[in-house]
């Protein structure tokens, strides 16, 4: 029995080296097309779900993972889990920064616009909101705030930006504007302690201001969003959301605020050669 099972053991080492060998052995990767039939992550719910999903077509069970968090997307890609993660082009570069060993292909997989999204039929809302849009627009407010986290943030230099230095329009006569949000996909939104920074938080904390509201954050996963907008959890919400027909059907939009946004694919670099 002794010698069965050092048989038994001996047999399943050598299959975990082969199996080990072969994965090294894989040709790196060089183009987006051979992503059609590697193990690919993605966030659930966002457009790097969808685009990942028409990619793989029928393997997608097999071989699509979807995360609640990107953080958790990329621990999967860096423990060879999978060969690539899609996700947004402005995140991917702030873990490049953060994280070593990392790289985004050369070619963009989409490029789609971000805008703010509201209850169906939220029409005043939807109204004084893109108003407040174009005034920050229009004033440069916008611009500098897009300034401030593509420059000093995505350089991986974010200890000079404090929540507690946004202003939130605390005790503003108007009431208060909830937005709903995904605090993991920095430079749009991150939780820093118990606050919250990032593009989207400082233009939406700008439109309250215009509106003479508290902005006050709800913070959940990014699936949940479209369900707690259209059930007045929150009067809006703002995720870096791309403006899709589908998307279009059960809520409404605002004006753009980003426009070519791109979706990428994050790679291990040393699986990469270009």
Do not use: H, W
Not at 148 to 154: A, V
């Amino acid at each position: 029995m002794k010698k069965l099972l050092a048989v038994t053991l001996i047999i399943s080492s050598l299959l975990i080296i082969a199996s080990s060998s072969f994965a090294d052995e894989s040709p790196k990767l060089r183009s987006i097309d051979q992503l059609k039939n590697e193990r690919l992550a993605a966030q659930r719910g966002t457009v790097g779900q969808f685009i990942a999903e028409d990619m793989l077509g029928d393997n997608k069970g097999r071989l699509l993972t979807t995360y609640e968090k990107y953080v958790d997307a990329i621990a999967a890609l860096r423990q060879g889990k999978v060969r690539a993660v899609v996700m947004d082009e402005m995140p991917a570069k702030r873990f490049l920064n953060d994280v070593e060993g990392l790289a985004i292909m050369d070619k963009a997989l989409s490029e789609e616009n971000y805008a703010i999204g509201f209850r169906k039929g939220n029409k005043e809302l939807v109204e004084a909101v893109n108003k407040a849009l174009a005034e920050i627009k229009a004033d440069g407010t916008l611009n500098a705030i897009f300034e401030k986290y593509y420059g000093t943030f995505l350089a991986g230099d974010s200890s000079t930006i404090k929540p507690e230095d946004i202003d939130f329009n605390k005790g503003a006569k108007g009431g208060k504007l909830v937005v709903g949000t995904e605090a993991g996909f920095a430079p749009y939104e991150l939780r820093v302690g118990s606050g919250y920074i990032g593009i989207d938080v400082e233009m939406c904390a700008a439109i309250a201001k215009k509106l003479d509201r508290e902005l006050v954050i709800e913070n959940m996963n990014f699936d949940a969003l479209p369900m707690a907008v259209s059930t007045n959890k929150v009067d809006m919400i703002c995720a870096g959301i791309t403006v899709t027909d589908e998307r279009k059907e059960n809520m409404d939009f605002s004006e753009n605020y980003v426009v070519g946004a791109k979706q990428v694919a994050v790679v291990r670099a040393d699986d990469y050669e270009k």
